[in-house]
């Protein structure tokens, strides 16, 4: 794949998103808790010199140690994910719809597929429980409108723009009628999706997933 040798054969690689982190950069982010001023502290002292500015921006405005956590595995762990590896469990801040892990507070019952380091699926078991579905979806709705209210209030900058062209462009509402549906019951389910466009990138070596996608959407410059 683009000069580099893929080898599927089994078994591939699992390791916890935690771990995974810990191994590229040395932080434990399993013994920050919840502190995440402190969080921010080491991540930046640990990663600080080799961060664009972007990047250090993305850490310094993320939430909570869980978003935090995320990020440092997008920036320095993601890329480098060339050969099959499962990662496993997801901070539950960055997943609304997964159901708590039973053994690990604070995580999820998720993983992700990765290969050539892009995401090539997402699976966890389904969240069924009504009051905090509504908690965590309700908290997802007033995180993305502070974002949109940050963007509008910096328009004078080229950045400020393209955050609020990012951020600001579409509206995120609580959905009532999932949220009433699940209040009459759902049984235990899981599910996988399987991102078929960058299973056809690596099957055929192609670079950009315009190269796949037999009707590309085109960005049309205002």
């Known amino acids: 794949m683009q000069g580099v040798e893929i080898c599927l054969e089994r078994p591939w690689r699992r390791e916890t998103m935690h771990n995974l982190v810990k191994e590229a950069t040395g932080i434990d982010f399993s013994e920050l808790g919840n502190d995440l ?5 080491v991540t930046l002292k640990a990663l600080g010199v080799d961060l664009e500015n972007k990047d250090k921006s993305s850490i310094e405005a993320s939430p909570s140690v869980g978003h935090l956590l995320n990020e440092v595995f997008e920036i320095v762990v993601e890329p480098k994910l060339l050969q099959p590896t499962f990662v496993l469990d997801y901070p ?19 993983f992700e597929l990765f290969i050539c380091g892009r995401e090539l699926a997402n699976a966890f078991s389904e969240l069924t429980d009504p009051m905090d579905q509504r908690g965590r979806l309700e908290e997802q709705v007033r ?7 940050a963007a ?38 899981s599910g996988m999706g399987l991102g078929i466009d960058r299973l056809v990138m690596l099957l055929t070596n192609s670079a950009s997933i315009r190269d796949v996608i ?6 049309i410059q205002q």
């Not at 037999?214 to 960005?219: I, N, R, S």
């Open 92 to 110: 539950i801040e960055i997943s609304p719809l997964a159901k708590p892990h039973r053994r690990h507070a604070g995580l999820t019952e998720r």
């Open 143 to 149: 995180q993305h409108n502070e974002k949109r209210a």
């Open 214 to 219: 037999a009707f590309p959407v085109l960005k």
């Open 152 to 189: 509008a209030m910096d328009t004078n900058s080229v950045e400020g723009k393209s955050n609020k062209d990012e951020d600001g462009s579409y509206e995120v509402t609580l959905d009532d009628d999932f949220l009433t549906a699940l209040e009459y019951g759902m049984p235990p389910a």
């Open 37 to 41: 001023k402190t969080a921010k502290e």
